[in-house]
């Protein structure tokens, strides 16, 4: 596949690896790194992303902590298995919803070299990418801060941008909802935790606080199995969701824009 390339602003554009699972999450990142040059290849699990780094050569992983199929500590520790055998170090950031206290030290003991938390906030990401590949260099020249209180500011003013990851969380979103109800109606708390932290980490690139908690509220019923009072938080997650969409779908239409494509004009270098 072939994947756009704009100007870097003077930093060498890149080979990187994201190991995410969440299409909306994929979408946003490789969009972020895109602008500045960047090239994305993504691995929805920590076992493909381990398979994809023993096949080719990246620069940098961005390693979610939680996926199916393998997790991200249990990958990185894979790769620095291999390096020990091949030689060298590559860095890996670690991805994670939950910023708890001790978070960032456990990912560094772990093997990994930076740390990140979700949703993903582009300035961040691209002074972490780059601090770990480029050094101290000033290499943010031309990136403008970034207005969290500001829906499109959260997408770097791109309103294109924004139209793609929000029609990708809108279908997405419709699936997950329909995975958690049918996961409550079963009282399966495994698939209630992950279901629920899945839309977390989507509802969370909107900044959308009240959906986030509703939906770490249950996660943690479903990792608990303690599903009392569970319906009712997915019921005010449903309101909190429907108003989401509501918003998005009003947002898109005051920035309505030409596309080239359904993915921002950056493919997703998806590893299969």
């Not at 040059?37 to 780094?53: D, K, L, S």
């Not at 260099?137 to 924004?162: C, E, I, N, T």
């Amino acid at each position: 596949m072939n994947s756009s390339r704009v100007g870097t602003k003077g930093a060498r554009p890149m080979e990187i690896l994201l190991a995410e699972d969440n299409p909306v999450n994929q979408m946003l990142a490789v969009a972020i790194l895109a602008k500045r040059g960047h090239i994305v290849r993504v691995a929805p699990n920590g076992q493909q992303a381990v398979e994809a780094f023993e096949r080719e050569r990246f620069d940098l992983v961005l390693m979610d902590v939680q996926m199916p199929v393998m997790g991200g500590f249990e990958a990185t520790a894979a790769i620095r298995a291999i390096e020990q055998a091949t030689g060298g170090h590559i860095p890996i950031i670690a991805l994670t919803a939950h910023a708890m206290k001790g978070d960032r030290e456990l990912c560094l003991a772990a093997g990994m070299d930076g740390y990140l938390t979700k949703p993903i906030k582009p300035l961040a990401l691209i002074q972490e990418v780059e601090r770990l590949t480029l050094g101290n260099q000033p290499a943010m020249a031309g990136v403008r801060d970034m207005d969290d209180a500001s829906l499109l500011g959260r997408f770097m003013g791109d309103a294109q941008l924004l139209r793609g990851v929000a029609e990708l969380f809108l279908v997405s979103e419709s699936g997950l909802r329909s995975q958690l109800a049918g996961a409550l109606s079963r009282n399966d708390g495994k698939e209630i935790s992950r279901t629920a932290h899945s839309l977390m980490g989507s509802v969370g690139n909107f900044g959308a606080a009240r959906a986030m908690a509703l939906a770490g509220e249950l996660e943690l019923m479903g990792q608990g199995n303690n599903l009392s009072g569970a319906g009712k938080v997915f019921e005010s997650l449903v309101q909190t969701l429907d108003d989401l969409r509501s918003q998005l779908t009003g947002t898109m239409e005051a920035h309505r824009v030409g596309r080239a494509d359904k993915t921002t004009g950056h493919e997703l270098l998806l590893l299969t």
